[in-house]
């Protein structure tokens, strides 16, 4: 089936999945696998979006998603529709149970970002009538809220540092999906011919093959770099 859950009989798990429906050739799915004995405390049980994405509401401040994505050399197309559909889903979840960015405070070892911070933080404090309630937690709620604003406008947010393979081969990456796309216009605007189709089939694997190469290639030097830190006693 496209779509169903089976319980393990006698204790185990419960799975929930979600594939393509009918016959289909079944490339990928999603689900969850769930202990029988926390089946009772969900609100609800998990909602398959399509054979890629399925949520899984929690009854604390998050919502998981069990994600199936397209691989590099995929059809763009299909990636769109997968970030499209994924786009949907992020933006439905509750506002309080969404990550939250963390402010970049290593700006605050500059003197002069601190400085701005201060005076920002100090202009809304004194424009803000909200600080004047009366209750407690109205006033530190504003408080809360006037020094985040303060915050994002005059640091920022942090972003991301992690190195992955695909970062120092975006260019050539994108040229080779540009071949790729290429040969599968030419192919899909004369779809008779079968010179066409085997070009684009020629085309998408030497892509495939090439990327796996790239990948391969970081993964083997990344290795290496590992192990000479190792060798010389560096633990950063």
């Keep these: 089936a496209g779509e169903g859950q ?37 609100n609800e049980f998990p ?12 009854n604390l401040y998050a919502t998981i998603i069990s994600a ?11 990636k769109e529709e997968f970030y499209s559909n ?22 605050l070892k500059d003197p002069i970002k601190r400085d701005l911070f201060h005076q920002c933080l100090n202009k809304k404090l004194k424009n803000s009538n909200q600080l ?3 209750s407690v937690s109205s006033i530190w709620g504003a408080l809360k809220s ?9 640091l ?32 899909q605007n004369d779809i008779n011919s079968k010179q066409k189709k085997l070009h684009h089939q020629r085309t998408k ?6 990327i796996r190469g790239m990948k391969n290639r970081w993964w083997e030097d990344k290795a290496k770099e590992i192990q000479h830190l190792a060798d010389i006693y560096n633990i950063r």
């Design 6 to 42: 089976l319980k393990e009989q006698g204790g185990g798990c419960t799975f929930f999945w979600k594939a393509k429906q009918g016959e289909e050739r079944q490339l990928h799915g999603v689900g969850f696998a769930i202990k029988n004995e926390l089946i009772n405390q969900l």
């Design 47 to 58: 909602i398959g979006i399509n054979e890629r994405l399925m949520t899984l509401c929690l």
């Design 68 to 78: 199936y994505a397209p691989t590099l050399d995929a059809d763009n197309e299909i």
């Design 86 to 107: 994924l786009d949907q889903v992020l933006s439905g979840i509750p506002e309080q149970k969404q990550c939250r960015q963390k402010i970049n405070v290593e700006r």
């Design 132 to 134: 004047q309630q009366e």
């Design 146 to 154: 006037t020094i985040i604003s303060a915050s994002v406008e005059t």
């Design 156 to 187: 920022g947010f942090s972003t991301r540092k992690r190195q992955d393979w695909f970062d120092e081969n975006d260019r050539e990456i994108q040229e080779l999906i540009n071949r790729k796309c290429k040969a599968f216009c030419a192919w």
């Design 205 to 210: 694997a030497e892509v495939q093959r090439r």
